[in-house]
């Protein structure tokens, strides 16, 4: 999948740390206790309305509704058996207790179409570390309620909750905590509401479906925290498979009003041909990379969200490390606005949001050798939207229009306005490279046959590509970096020509705010 900053990995003694989420009952959660981590979070101020779920989550009923099949806890494999002996669209409820399957690794729930799964308080359906998943099969419109589902082990990349990517499945007020791999995966038109996806060994969620044919997915009103706690940039430097939720190839999706905190690696990652996403009234805090990164996607908006004291783990592990690069809080890489691809808007718009105390703030990036059939395109055997066929970005053709342009994922068509930029260097303990705000390219130089060497694409991205920046507010010592990571620039100069960046915004240059 997509590569986290660059072709870059951060080294990997700098990545080491304590995992920071609470577990089970007994032990308190990430709000309530601190860890040894930098920035780790406390529970959010009153003024910041947050899912805080997996401290208070809510009671299922505490009896069986009428009609629903009552499962045992005392019976090994009671909730496969009576799914597999039921018809489609039963309810089932399962009483309080530690509930098992079978013991084989592949033994699992297979629901048919329309069941609902309903948990009674402390029904928890336990893998024991033995199964790799709890909920798989292919039957729509799957309804999972007030369960905590804890102990599987699926593999790298695959999930444990709607294992097999069915469409209309519908999680709420669940618990999906301490698996490896994903704790969940995402099928076409999915609601994930008001659950728990703590401490996972990979992601919360891998949002991605066989085929490319996630359409309308929700994801409301539910706290992400503590997962990748399998640490993959360490196994596997630079495969970009960690974090909160990882999105891949969804077309349409409202992710409001989730407190996403004190992940390993990215809090919320939308990577690879990604289009119409609405990012709205979230809490993105202390994780250790990027709150959001946008790659090789589309047409986005980012509005009226709370950042606040992300990058810290990753951005100090480069500045530590010699590395130049401007490692941002919001990262859009390759990705920007199109309108010939429908979405309810044509750009990536953010604005309404207060950053604070983050390891930088937005960068805008585009690789100049990252293209369509390009080596440096770690989207292995994909094209942009625009393009039909890896093939056809190749010599002649490449070189003039209309593929020279539609061959590329460009970062163009950003409007970054109405946000408040806070810095205090004193908080985040650094003296450079935590206060800069970017729009850049590398020198393009490969390969052979690329039309895009030189400085054409940093040219572009730069000043012709309409990314703006305009009307926002900026608190403390900020500085600006342009064209290329080595050109640092003071508000004046990125106000003024040629970059006539942030008309209308304002800047106290003092420390805090």
């Not at 039957?139 to 309620?145: E, K, P």
């Not at 293209?371 to 070189?399: H, M, W």
Request: glycine share 12%; with cysteine; proline share 5%.
């Amino acid at each position: 999948m997509g590569i986290t900053w660059r072709h870059r990995a951060v080294p990997a003694a700098l990545l080491a740390l304590l995992v920071a989420t609470g577990c089970e009952s007994g032990t308190p959660d990430a709000g309530s206790t601190p860890d040894a981590r930098p920035g780790a979070t406390a529970a959010p101020s009153a003024s910041a309305a947050v899912a805080r779920v997996c401290a208070e989550p809510a009671a299922g009923p505490a009896k069986a509704p009428a009609g629903a099949v009552t499962v045992d806890p005392g019976v090994v494999g009671d909730l496969a058996a009576k799914t597999e002996d039921s018809p489609p669209h039963t309810t089932f409820w399962l009483r309080p207790g530690r509930h098992r399957l079978d013991p084989g690794e592949y033994d699992q729930v297979l629901p048919k179409e329309g069941n609902t799964y309903l948990g009674a308080p402390g029904a928890v359906l336990d893998g024991a570390r033995t199964n790799h998943y709890a909920f798989g099969g292919t039957a729509r419109d799957v309804t999972i309620r007030y369960l905590t589902v804890q102990g599987f082990t699926a593999p790298q990349d695959e999930g444990v909750v709607n294992h097999d990517m069915a469409d209309g499945w519908v999680i709420e007020h669940a618990t999906i905590q301490h698996n490896s791999g994903a704790g969940l995966m995402a099928g076409a038109r999915q609601r994930v509401r008001a659950s728990c996806l703590r401490g996972n060994g990979q992601y919360g969620m891998n949002a991605y479906k066989t085929g490319d044919s996630i359409k309308g997915l929700v994801v409301e009103g539910n706290e992400i925290t503590g997962n990748n706690t399998d640490d993959w940039e360490r196994k596997q430097p630079g495969c970009g498979c960690t974090g909160g939720i990882k999105f891949w190839a969804v077309d349409g999706a409202d992710i409001r009003g989730n407190w996403v905190h004190d992940n390993r690696g990215t809090g919320l990652w939308a990577d690879n041909n990604n289009n119409d996403f609405l990012f709205e009234d979230n809490v993105l805090e202390a994780n250790d990379g990027a709150a959001l990164m946008y790659e090789t996607s589309y047409n986005a908006v980012v509005r009226n969200n709370t950042i606040r004291r992300n990058n810290w783990v990753e951005g100090r592990a480069a500045a530590k490390d010699g590395d130049d690069f401007p490692y941002a809080t919001v990262y859009v890489s390759e990705a920007g606005g199109e309108p010939r691809i429908p979405a309810r808007t044509d750009r990536i718009e953010i604005y309404g949001n207060v950053l604070e105390d983050n390891w930088s703030g937005i960068t805008l990036w585009e690789n100049a050798d990252r293209f369509c059939n390009s080596p440096a395109n770690t989207s292995t055997g994909y094209c942009t939207l625009l393009v039909k066929g890896t093939k056809r970005c190749a010599q002649p053709g490449i070189a003039t229009a209309p593929l020279y342009a539609d061959c590329r994922w460009k970062t163009q068509r950003v409007d970054i306005h109405g946000n408040r930029f806070v810095l205090d260097k004193s908080v985040l303990g650094c003296t450079v490279l935590c206060d800069r705000m970017a729009v850049l390219s590398n020198e393009g130089t490969s390969p052979d046959w690329s039309p895009y060497k030189g400085d054409r694409v940093a040219q572009a991205i730069t000043l012709r590509q309409d990314n703006r920046w305009h009307d926002n507010v900026y608190v403390g010592p900020w500085t600006f970096v342009a064209h290329d990571a080595g050109r640092t620039l003071g508000s004046g100069q990125w106000q003024g020509t040629p970059y006539g960046q942030d008309a209308g915004s304002t800047f106290r240059t003092q420390d805090g705010g």
